[in-house]
């Protein structure tokens, strides 16, 4: 059974810093492309991290370069994917979902990703 289970979310003050964890199981994600996904209200699900199947490569788009950083761990049996947030603004509030992706590489696009988590939600409050 696929499992992807986020959390890590909550409330918290402009400025502040979460991390988010999630983690994946009931596939060989070590050899997954996994990333970080948010939703705001009325808005599309765009990408906020990708990180290759070894870690060795990340992309972040310019809404979150230099807050957001991205890391994997790849256990034996579970992979455990993470997304350190700091520097929150209120713009950052969303539903944030971790994704998987077959083949490892890089992809932006939701349809490019297998598996997705429930999401967890976060709130930036000014």
């Known amino acids: 059974q696929v499992q992807l289970i986020e959390s890590g979310g909550g409330l918290v003050q402009a400025g502040g810093s979460l991390r988010l964890s999630c983690a994946a199981s009931?596939?060989?994600?070590?050899?997954?492309?996994m990333a970080w996904f948010r939703q705001a209200p009325g808005k599309e699900r765009d990408i906020v991290a990708h990180i290759s199947w070894n870690g060795a490569n990340t992309y972040y788009p310019d809404s979150v370069k230099g807050r957001f950083t991205i890391s994997r761990d790849n256990g034996d049996n579970t992979v455990y994917l993470y997304l350190q947030m700091n520097n929150l603004k209120p713009e950052d509030t969303a539903v944030y979902y971790c994704?998987?992706?077959?083949?490892?590489?890089?992809?932006?696009?939701?349809?490019?990703?297998?598996?997705w988590g429930q999401g967890t939600q976060v709130t930036v409050s000014s």
């Open positions: 009931g596939r060989t994600f070590s050899t997954y492309g």
């Open positions: 994704a998987a992706r077959s083949g490892g590489g890089w992809a932006n696009r939701v349809y490019e990703y297998d598996f």
